[in-house]
């Protein structure tokens, strides 16, 4: 079960988010409270990422006492636990967090967490099982059409450029003031469910943004060792399905066992552009070369 694919997981796995965005302040999640629930629904992009994180390390502290403290927890925000938890364990070894779970589910003298842990292990079991069904629908090798020059503007433009079968790389360029191409290089805009882009934890939405460097994230394993692209929504769907979180940030690349995917070395994020560290630091270089520190970034989605 080691090193799986998350995007089948994710969707058996996906609970419908539908409050507010939270703000870009996530706390630590050092003990399940009634907090945490509003998170689940709601943190997105980046935040859902550290989440993920966050989680992760403390249900390693003591899987018991973690499983234990979700008591009372409506089924889709265990679900949405639970797809957290394969998401931070993805990133090592998804057979330790099964071994764990079906450890409790035969162990565990609390009967809740005993009955939890069969659950959540279940959960995983049938994710395996849907691995024989996976089949990725032929798609044509993605370019993008953008010929290497853009008008003049007052600052720097980030074009991002997606597929709309978003498990297939699509092509981030960057353009100086001047409308010259200045970078280009392979992204990747699926999320870990493969979801609408106007939901929380969804594809990268389309739309402007504004954007900036900042970081590095403490957070390397998920976020890059270097700068990474913050923004904000300006228009479009963005900003119509009020997304926050959507970086452009590297991250560790996706296991050997997935080269056969058409998104090979990236992994999935929870809305964000992900590029390679490479890519990461080269985005870093040249944006740190341009004369303004904001600029625009620009994501579309195009047919192929």
Same mark, same amino acid.
């Given at each position: 079960m080691k090193d799986l694919n998350r995007r089948t997981f994710m969707k058996c796995m996906a609970a419908a988010a539908t409050t507010v965005v939270v703000g870009q302040n996530v706390s630590s999640a050092s003990a399940l409270n009634s907090s945490i629930i509003g998170r689940l629904n709601s943190a997105d992009g980046a935040y859902a990422e550290q989440l993920a994180f966050e989680i992760t390390s403390d249900f390693k502290k003591s899987p018991k006492n973690f499983l234990s403290q979700m008591s009372g927890f409506r089924k889709s925000d265990i679900n949405q636990i639970t797809g957290l938890l394969f998401y931070g364990y993805s990133y090592e070894n998804i057979n330790d967090l099964w071994v764990i779970l079906s450890d409790l589910g035969e162990t565990s003298s609390d009967l809740e967490v005993k009955t939890l842990s069969q659950s959540m292990s279940k959960s995983l079991m049938l994710y395996v099982e849907s691995q024989k069904q996976?089949? #990725?629908?032929?798609?044509?090798?993605?370019?993008?059409? $953008?010929?290497?020059? !853009?008008?003049?503007?007052?600052?720097?433009?980030?074009? @991002? @450029?997606?597929?709309? $079968?978003?498990?297939?790389?699509?092509?981030?360029?960057?353009?100086?003031?001047?409308?010259?191409?200045?970078?280009?290089?392979?992204?990747?805009?699926?999320?870990?469910?493969?979801?609408?882009?106007? !939901?929380?934890?969804? $594809?990268?939405? /389309?739309?402007?943004?504004?954007? =900036? #460097?900042?970081?590095?994230?403490?957070?390397? /394993?998920?976020?890059?060792?270097?700068?990474?692209?913050?923004? /904000?929504?300006?228009?479009?769907?963005?900003? %119509?399905? $009020?997304?926050?979180?959507? =970086?452009?940030?590297?991250? %560790?690349?996706?296991?050997?066992?997935?080269?056969?995917?058409?998104?090979?070395?990236?992994?999935?994020?929870?809305?964000?552009?992900?590029?390679?560290n490479s890519d990461q630091l080269a985005i870093q270089n040249v944006l740190n070369n341009q004369s303004q520190k904001t600029g625009v970034l620009e994501i579309i989605e195009r047919d192929t």
């Open positions: 996976i089949i #990725l629908s032929s798609h044509p090798s993605f370019t993008n059409k $953008n010929i290497g020059i !853009q008008p003049r503007s007052s600052t720097w433009k980030i074009s @991002v @450029v997606l597929p709309t $079968n978003r498990n297939y790389k699509g092509t981030l360029e960057i353009y100086s003031s001047s409308g010259s191409r200045v970078l280009s290089c392979a992204c990747l805009g699926l999320a870990a469910g493969n979801g609408s882009m106007s !939901q929380y934890k969804g $594809n990268t939405p /389309t739309g402007t943004y504004d954007a =900036w #460097l900042a970081g590095p994230h403490s957070n390397t /394993t998920s976020y890059g060792p270097y700068k990474y692209v913050a923004t /904000t929504p300006k228009s479009g769907v963005a900003y %119509d399905s $009020n997304r926050s979180g959507i =970086w452009i940030h590297g991250g %560790d690349p996706a296991p050997t066992s997935s080269k056969g995917l058409p998104r090979y070395p990236l992994r999935p994020t929870y809305g964000c552009v992900r590029v390679t």
